[in-house]
Structures are given as structure tokens and as C-alpha cells.
């Protein structure tokens, strides 16, 4: 859904991988035990972050927060994966 790519696994089954799309890479490990949260596991940086938020929004991925400015200077938003891990998203602002 993000266009990310694996790179690289590690462990069999796979406990470690590396997914890349451009020059971003995002390194996830397996905890057996894993539960989510309220808090959020990842932070993505991105150049439009509505741009992002509707596409993942058309493909039906829930939208934990909807997309608004903040006043420390990033738009923003947060979404769930499929397992309920909650992602933020931010995109630098100027005002």
C-alpha cells in the first residue's frame, strides 16, 4: 500500500526484513509477543501528506487521525496497518 519493497530478510521464518521505496528504508523485527497500542510504532516523513492520506484512505486503510496541521510545523495524519500498529505521518510546513 506504501509502495515500499523488501530489500532484504533475515531468520527462517523471518524475523528481521528492510523495505525501501526511493531513498527511505524502514527495518521492522517479529516480537512474538506484540500487541498495539495507543502509541505510534513508526514516523514517516513524506513530501505531501494529504497526497498520502487519500490514497490510503480509497484503499480502505483506517485512519486513526485525520489529516491536520499542527503548530509545531508538520501536516499530518495517523493510520493503522492491518494488525492495528498505529503510523504517523508528517510533511514539513511553512507558515
Known sequence: MLGLRVVFEN???V???IL?????????TVE????P???NVAHLLVSDATV???HLSVHGVRIVKGVRDADHGL????FADPDGNR?????RITR
Do not use: K
Open 52 to 54: 498520502l492520506h487519500d
Open 75 to 78: 501536516r499530518g495524519f495517523v
Open 11 to 13: 531468520g527462517d521464518p
Open 32 to 35: 512474538e509477543d506484540h500487541r
Open 87 to 91: 503510523i504517523d505521518v508528517g510533511q
Open 20 to 28: 525501501e521505496r526511493d531513498s527511505a528504508e524502514l527495518h521492522l
Open 37 to 39: 497500542s495507543r502509541h
Open 15 to 17: 524475523g528481521f526484513m
